[in-house]
């Protein structure tokens, strides 16, 4: 029987924000992040590495219709934007994929903006934001 190496690719991916599937969305990245610090005692070797807060944040890029729309959500800015819940859900299942849910929650914005090149034939705007959990699922 054959091995089925199949990657997960682009068009697997529904990204839901405030309850609104983002179809004008680019690209998406998050992490997590952990302080660490290497602690010292007797000697010249670290004897531990210890660890402190966990921090979530990413970037998401989407075309300026889809910014326009998170604008008006954010009454003028989506600076006002608090608290949101991306859910990022990638495979199907009916192909026999297994249903990964990545959700990020307490998002919000750290920056807006626009920029236009000449050449363009559309606009994308990133938008980086911080988030206050990340949730894994795989079903």
Do not use: C, H
């Amino acid at each position: 029987m054959p091995f089925d190496s199949r990657e997960y690719e682009w068009p697997d991916i529904t990204i839901v924000i405030g309850n609104r599937d983002i179809t004008g969305i680019r690209s998406i990245k998050y992490k997590e992040k952990m302080e660490a610090e290497a602690m010292y005692a007797k000697g010249r070797n670290p004897q531990s590495i210890q660890t402190g807060n966990i921090s979530y944040e990413g970037e998401i890029a989407v075309t300026q219709s889809e910014y326009e729309a998170l604008v008006k959500a954010g009454n003028g800015s989506v600076l006002k934007l608090r608290n949101l819940t991306a859910v990022i859900g990638y495979g199907n299942p009916s192909n026999g994929d297994a249903m990964i849910t990545d959700t990020l929650k307490g998002i919000q914005f750290t920056e807006g903006g626009k920029e236009f090149k000449q050449g363009d034939k559309f606009t994308e705007i990133t938008l980086p934001f911080l988030a206050t959990r990340l949730i894994n699922q795989v079903q």
